[in-house]
C-alpha cells in the first residue's frame, strides 16, 4: 500500500499526469514514487525512463519542458522533482498551463516535505491538485499507528509479527519509518524459516542497532565508573559509526535529556511526546534516563559536547580520544 487515493488511481486506471506529494514522511513518498513506477512498467509493458531532480538544479519550466518531449526510446517517462516548495510563487505559475495542456506519456511527480496542509489548501495552485485528487499527503505515523504499520509490513515479508515484537521495535529504533522498515527486514532475515516475529528476536538484533546503542551509552552515563561508557562508545565505533556522528547522536540525547527535566511536572506525556516529536516507549526510556541526572550536570555535558566538536573540527589528533576524554567526565550528577 502506498497512498489509498494513488492505489484507488492505480486500481482504476485514472492515473492523473501530475502529482504533489507533500509532508514530512519522506520514506512513503520514495515508496509511492516506486509503487508508481513499478505500475506503468507493467501498464506499459516496460519500465519508463525515470528521471530525478532537485529544484534548486533547475528551473521548473525547463523541468516542464523536458516532460513535453517525449524519450527517443520507450513509450513513457517518469519525473520527479524534489522540493517544490523552494520555488518562489511566481515560478510555480508555470504549472498552470502545464496542468491545461499536460503532455502524454508523461507522469511527473512533485514532492513538498515541508508543506503544511494549511499551506496547501491556501495556496492557489497547490489547492486545485488538492481538490482533483492530485495532492498527496504523508504524515508521519503517530506512536499507536505505528504498530499496525510494523506488522503489516511484517506481512509483505512474509512473517507475522507480534503487537509486543512490534512495540520492542519501536523501542529500539524510534519512530523512523525507513530505520524501521530496514531493522524489520533484518528481524525477518534473522527469523529465517520461523514465521513469527516475536520479541526475542529483536532483542537479538539490538545488539547491532545504531538507536539501541546510543541508548546504552546515556544508559551509561549514569554509571560512577567510566569502563560501561568507553565500551558503549567502542562498539559504536566498531559497528563503523564515524566519531562526528556519535558526537552529534550523543548531544541530541542529552538535550532531549534536559527538555524532559525542564518540562513541567506533572506534564501529561502526550504533551511531552507531541512537543520532543518521540514515541511515547522512547519518550518513556528517557524519562528513566533523565532520574539519574541533575538538570546543571546535563548542561555541563552539553557544554562538554560543544568543546569536543569544536576539537574535531579544528584539531588533528584521534577523534576517538577526544570522545573518550569527555565521556571520562561525563559522569552521573
Do not use: C
Amino acid at each position: 500500500m502506498s497512498h489509498p487515493i494513488l492505489e484507488r488511481h492505480l486500481e482504476s486506471r485514472s492515473l492523473k499526469p501530475l502529482y504533489l506529494f507533500y509532508g514530512e514522511e519522506e520514506f512513503l513518498m520514495d515508496r509511492a514514487v516506486k509503487r508508481l513506477e513499478t505500475f506503468l512498467a507493467g501498464d506499459l509493458g516496460e519500465a519508463p525512463l525515470r528521471i530525478v531532480q532537485e529544484s534548486q538544479e533547475i528551473d521548473l519550466e525547463d523541468f516542464l519542458a523536458q516532460a513535453r518531449m517525449p524519450p527517443l526510446w520507450g513509450s513513457g517517462q517518469l519525473l520527479v522533482l524534489r522540493r517544490v516548495e523552494a520555488y518562489p510563487a511566481k515560478a510555480l505559475q508555470a504549472l498552470l498551463p502545464y496542468l491545461a495542456h499536460p503532455a502524454r506519456r508523461s507522469w511527473l511527480v512533485l514532492t513538498a516535505p515541508s508543506l503544511k496542509a494549511k499551506e496547501v489548501e491556501k495556496h492557489p495552485i497547490f489547492s486545485r491538485l488538492l481538490k482533483e485528487h492530485a495532492a498527496l499527503a504523508f504524515w508521519r505515523r503517530r506512536e499507536e499507528e505505528l504498530y499496525p504499520w510494523l506488522m503489516q509490513e511484517a506481512k509483505r515479508l512474509g512473517k507475522s509479527l507480534t503487537p509486543a515484537a512490534a512495540r520492542r521495535l519501536v523501542e529500539v529504533v524510534g519512530d523512523n519509518l525507513a530505520e524501521l522498515s530496514q531493522e524489520l527486514e533484518k528481524v525477518a532475515l534473522l527469523a529465517g524459516e520461523e514465521n513469527t516475529l516475536a520479541p526475542h528476536l529483536v532483542e537479538q538484533l539490538a545488539s547491532h542497532s545504531r538507536s539501541y546503542n546510543i541508548f546504552a551509552l546515556v544508559d551509561a552515563l549514569g554509571e560512577a565508573q567510566p569502563h560501561k561508557r568507553l565500551t558503549a562508545l567502542a562498539h559504536l565505533l566498531e559497528m563503523g559509526e564515524p566519531p562526528p556522528l556519535i558526537l552529534s547522536m550523543l548531544a541530541r540525547q542529552v538535550r532531549l535529556l534536559i527538555h524532559l527535566k525542564e518540562a513541567t511536572p506533572g506534564s501529561p506525556p502526550e504533551t511531552l511526546t507531541g512537543k520532543l516529536k518521540l514515541p511515547g516507549g522512547v519518550l518513556k526510556r528517557l524519562a528513566q534516563q533523565a532520574r539519574a541526572f541533575r538538570l546543571s550536570a546535563l548542561r555541563a555535558h552539553l557544554l562538554l559536547l560543544q568543546r569536543v566538536d569544536y576539537q574535531l573540527k579544528t584539531s588533528a589528533a584521534n577523534p576517538r580520544l577526544w570522545l573518550e576524554w569527555a565521556l571520562l567526565q561525563m559522569g552521573p550528577g
